[in-house]
């Protein structure tokens, strides 16, 4: 990737095109151009056969000037960086802030592009695609452009898995201002892959990251809910609200059977409704009292 950085101070991760792709772009393009070009000389060879020798010479090189180097100029300035074979390819030329191209950087790369290709067959381009770090030839650097990839191959996008219903609605009064987005990406990172982790290390990575999402928040959870399924539920919780904001909905979405069932993640324990009656033990029967090992969170230690 390259840190292209633009006027904003905002760092564009851009993927420069290396050699081998900006190689078959241009011999596509110049095929096309090739091929318009000989097309106008059969056109211009009977249109003005009747000149002398030294007319007909001139005008053969106007045109061969026109179609080879006039007509990439005006390509990549109206579309903006993307000819024919760079848009088979998913290539674009853009400065190198990450802006679209002019017509100034355009001429600058035609014009350079006529000695460096057309002038050397491609030789010097070559060398200086290879030499330089960002893959760019002389009229890149003298233009100021890059030529990027436009299709990056994307990652499978795996879908945290649903809070289990009993927590589901219950972190509504949650303030997460707090809650910075690093620890977002990790507790949404641990979730999507928390079946491929082993129990003990699974469990433990829960309770630590439950934890310090409990130190952001201020609130502990409820008694008796696991750590994973703290997790879900408050994660449930953000996407709801970025789901209000985002399109007026109003509370969150209902999900079916949880998606705990691997070794390590306790069922948890049923949480009574806001407004429910809990019953209590007789007078004089003493409740089971169940011993739990202290922690910032309220979380215990995987056995």
């Not at 078959?24 to 091929?35: E, K, M, P, R, W």
């Not at 990439?72 to 802030?97: C, N, Q, Y």
Request: with cysteine.
């Amino acid at each position: 990737m390259s840190d292209l950085v633009t006027g904003d101070a905002v760092v564009l991760g851009l993927r420069p095109a290396r050699l081998p792709s900006r190689g078959v772009a241009f011999v596509l393009d110049l095929i096309v151009y090739f091929v318009g070009y000989q097309v106008i000389n059969i056109g211009l060879i009977f249109a003005i056969g009747s000149l002398d020798s030294a007319a007909f010479a001139a005008v053969m090189v106007g045109s061969f000037l026109l179609f080879m180097v006039g007509a990439p100029i005006a390509v990549e300035t109206l579309s903006h960086g993307r000819s024919l074979g760079k848009l088979a390819f998913g290539l674009r030329v853009v400065r190198d802030d990450g802006g679209p191209i002019r017509f100034r950087h355009a001429l600058v790369r035609g014009a350079m592009g006529a000695v460096e290709l057309l002038g050397t067959s491609g030789i010097v381009a070559c060398i200086a695609s290879l030499v330089s770090e960002r893959g760019r030839r002389l009229g890149d650097v003298f233009a100021g452009t890059l030529v990027v990839r436009e299709r990056v191959p994307g990652a499978r996008v795996v879908p945290v898995p649903p809070p289990p219903p009993g927590l589901a609605g219950r972190f509504t009064g949650l303030d997460l201002s707090g809650v910075p987005d690093p620890l977002w990406l990790a507790i949404r990172q641990y979730l999507t892959r928390m079946g491929q982790l082993d129990p003990q290390v699974g469990a433990a990575m829960a309770v630590r990251l439950a934890d310090d999402l409990v130190a952001r928040t201020g609130t502990p959870p409820p008694p008796g809910v696991p750590a994973a399924a703290y997790l879900a539920a408050v994660v449930h919780e953000r996407q709801s609200r970025d789901a209000a904001r985002a399109f007026g909905g109003a509370g969150p979405v209902a999900y079916g059977a949880p998606a705990y069932g691997g070794p390590g993640y306790g069922a948890p324990q049923p949480v009574a409704p806001a407004g429910a009656v809990v019953p209590v033990a007789p007078a004089g029967v003493a409740a089971p009292v169940v011993p739990q090992v202290p922690r910032a969170g309220g979380f215990a230690p995987p056995g």
